[in-house]
Nanobody, 126 residues
Framework: VQLQASGGGLVQAGGSLRLSCAASGQTFSSYAMGWFRQPPGKEREFVAIISRSGSTTSYLDSVKGRFTISRDNAKNTAYLQMNSLNPEDTAVYYC????????????????????WGQGTLVTVSS
């Protein structure tokens, strides 16, 4: 499956952005979808995951209550709505597709995912 992330940009602290991840190729609904981010000079970290049906989600603690992951299987697209952004959210954001076991340690590991988008840069100014 091919993934194309979009929606990044420059936003002031407290602002919002919605990232999109458009999928093509194999059946989108066969995969759980994850969002990861890589801040400047740091390792890639898990942000959120949504199950294949969209019924179950999990988030990094620091984004709970601010970010919402969703998907539209009819449109082959996953989303990450990001509200109340702060400078610590500055990173390149990546979407990923896979079927990791629904265990915290596994779903938060990048190597548990099979396909990756190219990344979209989110910059939050103070």
């Amino acid at each position: 499956v091919q993934l194309q992330a979009s929606g990044g940009g420059l936003v002031q602290a407290g602002g919002s952005l919605r990232l999109s991840c458009a999928a093509s190729g194999q059946t989108f609904s066969s995969y759980a979808m994850g969002w990861f981010r890589q801040p400047p000079g740091k390792e890639r970290e898990f942000v959120a995951i949504i199950s294949r049906s969209g019924s179950t989600t999990s988030y990094l603690d620091s984004v709970k209550g601010r970010f919402t992951i969703s998907r539209d299987n009819a449109k082959n697209t996953a989303y990450l709505q990001m509200n109340s952004l702060n400078p610590e959210d500055t990173a390149v954001y990546y979407c990923a597709a896979g079927n990791p076991q629904w265990i915290v340690a596994t779903m938060r590991t990048p190597r548990s995912y099979d396909y990756w988008g190219q990344g979209t840069l989110v910059t939050v100014s103070s």
